[in-house]
């Protein structure tokens, strides 16, 4: 069994930034993808960023130049940097991986934008 556990949420101003980790519990050699989803009150989860083993990254239209998907392979940790933060970008932010095993989420971590 894979544990994620995120952190770096929090409240920021309209423009400001943050930072989000996600740690593995495990190495994660063999992973497919590393990703990160959000969810707003009362919506859907939604895609955000994801980085392949191999290094692809893919973005949300919604987030394209303003967040940054990266990876610390020592760390088994995998970072979403995001600036210029608006407040439609508030929601639960949740990572997950996906292993040929099988597919594990964190327990989420609240971002909230104030205008």
């Known amino acids: 069994q894979v544990q994620l556990v995120e952190s770096g949420g929090g409240m920021v101003q309209a423009g400001g930034s943050l930072t989000l980790s996600c740690a593995a519990s495990t190495t994660t050699f063999n992973l497919i993808r590393r990703s990160w989803y959000r969810q707003a009150p009362g919506k859907p989860r939604d895609f955000v960023a994801t980085i392949t083993g191999g290094g692809i990254t893919v973005y949300a239209d919604a987030i394209k130049g303003r967040f940054t998907i990266s990876r610390v392979n020592a760390k088994n940790t995998a970072v979403l940097q995001m600036n210029s933060l608006k407040p439609e970008d508030t929601a639960v932010y949740y990572c997950?991986?996906?292993?040929?095993?099988?597919?594990?989420w964190g327990q989420g971590t609240q971002v909230t934008v104030s205008s």
């Open positions: 997950t991986v996906v292993f040929v095993s099988g597919q594990y």
